[in-house]
């Protein structure tokens, strides 16, 4: 038995089942952003980025201020709602704790 491959081509976009696994409110972190998404791979190519880029914004539970518009307009196709004040927040609350330590 053959195992089948899906290449980007093959996907059907307009198909919101392949898109996501979760459509529960996440929207508290830039990971729960992008747990919206079936997988990082799909987000990756909706963003036009490779997918090592998208795998490190999730490590580092960011993604980059420059992003952000591209970021609204994927995610409004979908149907989730993202604002530049709610990813300013985010990214405002994720630097904080880096403020604190050093300080130290």
């Known amino acids: 038995m053959q195992a089948e491959v899906m ?16 459509r529960t409110p996440h929207l508290n972190s830039f990971k729960g952003i992008l747990a919206h998404w079936a997988t990082l791979w799909i987000f990756a190519e909706q963003m036009g980025v490779p997918l090592s880029t998208v795998k490190n914004w999730s490590t580092e539970n960011s993604i980059p201020p420059t992003r952000w518009d591209k970021l609204i307009e994927v995610a409004a196709a979908w149907g989730i709602e993202l604002s530049l ?3 300013n927040r985010l990214y405002l609350e994720r630097q ?3 403020a604190r330590i050093s300080r130290k």
Do not use: G, I, V
């Open 96 to 98: 904080e704790p880096r």
């Open 85 to 87: 004040p709610l990813l």
């Open 7 to 22: 290449l980007a081509s093959d996907f059907n976009w307009t198909d919101k089942r392949t898109m996501t696994h979760d």
